[in-house]
């Protein structure tokens, strides 16, 4: 799986700065996601998956969960079968 050169800079700005530019995880949240399940970056992870969720609608609510289970999104998952369930 490769990533684009954004996605790879965002990674690093969030391991040496601790933050991820919002502009950059609004425009590649799901490329962020699989760059730190890939790399094993929990709290990006978690970061991006917040962000996602706050998106969940009825039109992308399956694909968002296939997503998360790609990903091991555990904080993902259960909120996107919440909304599927409700």
Do not use: W
Request: charged letters at 35%; aromatic letters at 8%; one cysteine or more.
């Amino acid at each position: 799986m490769d990533f684009t050169d954004d996605v790879v800079e965002g990674m690093l700005e969030y391991i040496y700065k601790g933050e991820q530019s919002y502009l950059l995880l609004d425009k590649r949240v799901v490329d962020l996601l699989r760059i730190a399940e890939k790399y094993d970056l929990p709290d990006l992870k978690e970061d991006c998956e917040l962000k996602i969720a706050e998106h969940v609608n009825k039109d992308n609510a399956l694909e968002i969960l296939m997503m998360a289970n790609m990903n091991n999104g555990n904080y993902l998952k259960p909120r996107v079968m919440d909304y599927i369930n409700a």
